[in-house]
């Protein structure tokens, strides 16, 4: 990647790198919720932390069917681009991954975050460090193992001329404008989630001095980031992260949208607000086809009926305190219909 120095301010060179589209990478979070190891784990340390929260220790949070392997499938069959695939975890691999494969490396928690944190098992706080992968390219994309490459898609889709594409959606579907006391008031109104993007709202808000808001949330799907903005907006955060290192997630936790709208207040993101369809407008999709960057289900059996008939360039297979085991099954089948071909990435 080739580098222009523009000037020299004090110990601090700032440089433009030069966008190079052959040249983005793909970060994934995974974990087998079932391995005897990692229960073992789990279980030591939510009775030494006295955690019962269904919402942060529940087995379905950390329920594995096979999704990072057709997230994979979706990713070379749609974006053969991608020049490397880091899979980042806690000493664990996928049983079919096929590890000799040149274009995907496992990374283990031990390689990015202090050792005192590990294990970890609160992906919002894993999402701090994965811009410190060795070897990973400035460019990259970030996704959980439930997200996917619906369609065929190409770097401008992620990136405006080098900038990061920020896809965003109203928080809580409000567009209403907020001030920083309004914060304050609407924890006890919003989900468990919802309070730790909030969180990151009052972070910005401090930083930039902002008065008049419109809220955004990042839209539950994959995402695209510049490495060293990530690494640099790590640092400013840095002393009020670390009052916030929870093992499990918690009400006090950060969301990666720090860093996404972080960029965004320093002119080295674009945001793009998504168009937000209603539930009802999503299952009559044959009325009048839906136009969608990305879709995120929610209610899984009607979702999953509905994304064999529409096609977003991304989609998400999201998990909640209401996914029970026949909604995994139909999930599993729903995936092998969509991508059935076996992949480099497995054996």
């Known amino acids: 990647m080739s580098v222009m120095i523009l000037k020299f301010i004090g110990f601090k060179v700032l440089t433009i790198m030069k966008f190079d589209k052959t ?3 793909m970060v994934y979070l995974w974990c087998d919720g079932s391995d005897a190891s990692f229960i073992k784990r789990k279980q030591m340390y939510i009775r030494e932390e006295n955690k019962m929260n269904k919402l942060s220790v529940g087995d379905i949070r950390f329920y594995d069917n096979d999704e990072l392997k057709y997230s994979l499938r979706s990713l070379e069959q749609n974006a053969p681009w991608i020049r490397h695939v880091y899979i980042v975890t806690d000493r664990q691999a996928p049983k079919w991954l096929n590890t000799s494969y040149d274009k995907v490396t496992v ?20 999402e701090r460090y994965i811009a410190f992968i060795p070897g990973l390219s400035e460019y ?18 992620f990136y405006d001329s080098g900038k990061p594409i920020v896809r965003v959606k109203y928080f809580n579907g409000d567009s209403r404008y907020y001030d920083y006391e309004d914060l304050v008031k609407l924890r006890d109104r ?17 930083q930039y001095g902002l008065q008049h808001q419109q809220l955004f949330e990042l839209h539950h799907n994959i995402d695209s980031f510049v490495r060293s903005d990530y690494i640099e907006a790590y640092e400013r955060y840095q002393p009020f992260l670390m009052l916030s290192q929870n093992r499990f997630r918690d009400t006090s936790d950060y969301q990666r949208l ?3 709208l972080d960029a965004s207040f320093q002119n080295r993101a ?5 168009k937000q369809y209603s539930r009802l407008r999503k299952y009559l999709f044959w009325l009048k086809p839906l136009k969608l960057d990305g879709y995120c289900i929610q209610d899984k059996p009607l979702s999953l009926l509905a994304l064999s008939f529409i096609h977003p360039k991304l989609f998400c297979i999201n998990n909640s305190d209401r996914t029970v085991a026949s909604h995994k099954i139909l999930e599993k089948r729903f995936l092998e219909k969509r991508f ?5 990435f497995e054996k």
């Not at 674009?270 to 998504?274: D, H, W």
């Not at 059935?340 to 480099?344: A, C, D, H, T, V």
């Open 140 to 157: 990259f994309l970030y996704g959980n193992d439930d997200t996917f490459f619906g369609e065929k898609v190409t770097p401008s889709f």
């Open 190 to 206: 919003v989900s468990f989630w919802g309070v730790s993007v909030l969180n990151s709202w009052k972070m910005l808000f401090k």
């Open 340 to 344: 059935p071909n076996k992949s480099f």
């Open 270 to 274: 674009v945001i793009k607000l998504e």
């Open 258 to 260: 720090l860093f996404s």
């Open 23 to 25: 040249k983005i990478d």
């Open 107 to 126: 990374i283990d928690h031990s390689d990015i975050m202090p050792k005192n944190n590990i294990p970890c098992f609160n992906s919002s706080f894993i």
